[in-house]
């Protein structure tokens, strides 16, 4: 399975909430702290409260921003990216 099959999903040992469109996160594991400003990245976690493959995320960014799909392919894989690395993400089998 490729990359654009795989579909990606929130980690459930994040607790999250949204402030002001700003999304604040904590693990439950060691306590850290992480946010996401206003934007595409909190869209994308809100997106990610159900598992979606980067094409989804990309059609469903599209209707809300005015960007190329080759960009947002890009951005949305570097975002995945930083978010499996923090381990706020997670990826299906």
């Known amino acids: ?20 469109g700003e999304v604040v996160m904590m693990s439950v594991d060691d306590g850290t702290y992480f946010s996401l ?13 159900t598992p979606k493959s980067i094409g989804e995320l990309v059609a469903a960014i599209q209707q809300d921003f ?3 799909t080759k960009e947002c392919e890009s951005d949305v894989r570097d975002l995945l990216k930083s978010l499996q690395k923090q381990k706020l993400v997670e990826q299906e089998a």
């Open 1 to 20: 399975m490729t990359i654009e099959n795989k579909r990606f999903f929130r980690n459930q040992d994040i607790l999250a909430t949204t402030m002001d």
């Open 37 to 49: 400003s206003s934007g595409v990245g909190a869209l994308v976690w809100e997106l990610l409260e």
């Open 66 to 68: 005015e960007v190329t």
